[in-house]
Nanobody
Framework: QVQLVESGGGLVQAGGSLRLSCVAS????????MGWYRQAPGKQRELVAR???????NYADSVKGRFTISRDNAKNTVYLQMNSLKPEDTAVYYC??????????????WGQGTQVTVSS
């Protein structure tokens, strides 16, 4: 069974912080790379941060220096610490493996995501 459950989003003022969490089923979390993605209204979903099982990380230029991804392999959980938030960070945030999970029928599997709204 595959499952992704994201939480921690909310409404925050520009300059504020949020910490997102994602609990993944073992079949997903066992993959080498996990990532956080986001999709803003009218835009395509983008990968903003990724982390390997050993802890190596990569970030999109737009969040570098402000976001930190981490994982707890014992808890099948991935985190995204977001600091110095900007209005342009407003989006629905999702976690997934990288590359994303594909289920029977060839469809990408995504959790429900968590809404992050940054007010100016």
């Amino acid at each position: 069974q595959v499952q992704l459950v994201e939480s921690g989003g909310g409404l925050v003022q520009a300059g504020g912080s949020l910490r997102l969490s994602c609990v993944a089923s073992g079949s997903i979390f066992s993959r080498n790379v996990m990532g956080w993605y986001r999709q803003a209204p009218g835009k395509q979903r983008e990968l903003v941060a990724r982390i390997t099982r050993s802890g190596s990380t990569n970030y999109a230029d737009s969040v570098k220096g402000r976001f930190t991804i981490s994982r707890d392999n014992a808890k099948n959980t991935v985190y995204l610490q977001m600091n110095s938030l900007k209005p342009e960070d407003t989006a629905v945030y999702y976690c997934n493996a990288d590359p994303v999970v594909v289920v029977l029928g060839g469809y990408e599997y995504w959790g429900q995501g968590t809404q992050v709204t940054v007010s100016s």
